[in-house]
């Protein structure tokens, strides 16, 4: 059984840093594209980074575009998604995703497997 959980969420204020990690099991890592969705209250869901199964990172939304890192480190079955100058906008509940492909895609309905999701909340 695949387990997908996210860590890492909390309150920071504006322009501060939070780092999330999602570790999954039941599945061989590295063979599988990951990333992160979010989805603000009253919004609709939004893709925000994904990793190949290759290491390329594709940004799935301008507004964290060189702010937000994604990384994977298969010896440890661990995602992060390293987010800097948080913005009050950033707030959210973030999800790791993982997709039955090593390719990305935009689509949430694309991916297969779905954590919980954190929370992260940026205070102005």
């Known amino acids: 059984q695949v387990q997908v959980v996210e860590s890492g969420g909390g309150l920071v204020q504006a322009g501060g840093s939070l780092r999330l990690s999602c570790t999954v099991s039941g599945l061989t890592f590295d063979v599988y594209a990951m990333g992160w969705f979010r989805q603000a209250p009253g919004k609709e869901r939004e893709g925000v980074s994904c990793i190949k199964r290759s290491g390329t990172t594709t940004s799935l939304a301008d507004s964290v575009k060189g702010r937000f890192t994604i990384s994977r480190d298969n010896s440890k079955n661990t995602l992060y998604l390293q987010m800097n100058s948080l913005k009050p906008e950033d707030t959210a509940m973030y999800y790791c995703?993982?997709?039955?492909?090593?390719?990305?895609?935009?689509?949430?309905?694309?991916?297969?497997?779905w954590g919980q999701g954190t929370q992260v909340t940026v205070s102005s």
């Open positions: 995703v993982v997709r039955n492909s090593g390719y990305c895609s935009a689509f949430a309905t694309e991916y297969d497997w």
